[in-house]
């Protein structure tokens, strides 16, 4: 049997570093995913962002309470990273190379039009829209862990979700006509 995050934290407290590397295999990947999410495509950035989470975790790890899931834990402090790394780095440069990146690609098939459609919709979405749609869809968050994760109240997560759903829906109206 598998043991739970919960028993895992307990003996990695305990000095048992084979138990904090097994929550490291089991939560790299949603991290990273996270992480690159949020540096649109940036995979160095997010590696290196990731393993700065997972080094603060094990210096923090004495004060996971255990209020919510040791992934939502995990998360927030990938955000917290990823907002200092933010501030160090101008949000211009950021999005001026993602768009360079985005001008490299050859057309897309007609298969993958509605994905790149949506990939374009999704820019112009404010940051903190892109970041609650990818904890909910891609990460499949609840709202309240999402507000754990980001530090928001309920109300901002869930108003956050309505207004990037309802833009997505405006940008993208081409792809259901009888709406």
């Given at each position: ?58 210096h ?68 903190d ?40 829906r ?10």
């Amino acid at each position: 049997m598998t043991p739970s995050d919960a028993t895992l934290v307990t003996r990695a407290l305990e000095g048992d570093r084979d138990a904090f590397g097994e929550l490291v295999l089991r939560h790299q990947s949603a991290v990273r995913r996270f992480l690159r999410h949020l540096a649109r495509g940036d995979e160095a950035l997010a590696d290196d962002l990731a393993q700065d989470t997972f080094v603060q975790a094990w210096h923090r790890l004495g004060q996971f309470r255990g209020d919510a899931a040791f992934a939502t834990w995990l998360l927030g402090i990938a955000h917290n990273h990823w907002r200092n790394a933010r501030r160090k780095q101008r949000e211009v440069a950021l999005e001026a190379a993602h768009l360079d990146a985005l001008e490299t690609v050859p057309p897309a098939a007609t298969a993958s039009d509605l994905r790149q459609d949506l990939a374009q919709a999704m820019q112009r979405l404010d940051p903190d829209e892109q970041t609650a749609l990818h904890l909910t869809y891609q990460q499949g968050l609840s709202h309240s862990d999402i507000a754990t994760v980001l530090g928001w109240p309920l109300g901002t997560v869930k108003t956050h979700l309505a207004r990037s759903k309802e833009k997505l829906r405006t940008l993208l109206a081409a792809w259901n006509p009888s709406t």
